[in-house]
């Protein structure tokens, strides 16, 4: 579930409509690599990962479920949630977002691309050391119903 903790590095606490569409890869101390595709819709966000033997996260209304990408077993998050009000807070900064942020035992360091968007960020903690970097976004409307924990519906 290490995984699970840099997902809320994205916006959800917008003040205002946003809409995006971005792939992922994120890049881990030990060489190893996972990739996948990250929506963002108003305040909810859609996590998942290309393998079949990870997962899809949605975080909506501050709850946070996770499904299974080969059976679609649905369970909540509710341990080690004390890091996602640090890191909502970081997103919330978007689109003036500061090059780094901290909070005991948390590193993470913000790098923007060209258009002032979230380029790769780098989570640095006990539990994690990872890189995720973020291309081919999107700005397109979403719609709703990838955001749906049950009754799953997969994205194009």
Same mark, same amino acid.
């Given at each position: $579930?290490?995984?699970?903790? +840099?997902?809320? @590095?994205?916006?959800?606490? +917008?003040?205002?409509? +946003?809409?995006? %569409?971005?792939?992922? =890869?994120?890049?881990? !101390?030990?060489?190893?690599?996972?990739?996948? *595709?990250?929506?963002? !819709?108003? %305040? $909810?966000?859609?996590? #998942?990962?290309?393998?079949?033997?990870?997962? %899809?996260?949605?975080?909506?209304?501050?709850?946070?479920?996770?499904?299974?990408?080969?059976?679609?077993?649905?369970?909540?998050?509710?341990?080690? %949630?004390?890091?996602?009000?640090?890191?909502? *807070?970081?997103?919330?900064?978007?689109?003036?977002?500061?090059? &780094?942020?901290?909070?005991?035992? &948390?590193?993470?360091?913000? #790098?923007?691309?060209?258009?002032?968007?979230?380029?790769?960020?780098?989570?640095?903690?006990?539990?994690?050391? @990872?890189?995720?970097?973020?291309?081919?976004?999107?700005?397109?409307?979403?719609?709703?119903?990838?955001?749906?924990? +049950?009754?799953?519906? =997969?994205? #194009?």
């Amino acid at each position: $579930m290490k995984k699970i903790i +840099f997902i809320i @590095l994205f916006p959800l606490n +917008f003040s205002f409509a +946003f809409d995006a %569409t971005c792939s992922f =890869e994120e890049v881990y !101390k030990n060489g190893a690599t996972q990739q996948g *595709k990250f929506l963002i !819709k108003d %305040t $909810m966000l859609r996590y #998942e990962y290309f393998d079949q033997d990870l997962y %899809t996260i949605i975080a909506k209304n501050e709850k946070y479920y996770v499904i299974n990408n080969s059976d679609k077993i649905v369970q909540n998050i509710e341990k080690k %949630t004390d890091i996602f009000d640090l890191l909502i *807070k970081i997103v919330s900064d978007y689109p003036n977002l500061d090059r &780094l942020y901290e909070n005991k035992n &948390l590193l993470i360091k913000v #790098e923007k691309s060209s258009k002032n968007f979230i380029k790769r960020i780098s989570v640095q903690s006990e539990d994690v050391n @990872l890189s995720i970097n973020v291309f081919n976004c999107g700005f397109n409307e979403v719609d709703r119903k990838y955001f749906r924990h +049950f009754n799953f519906v =997969e994205h #194009e």
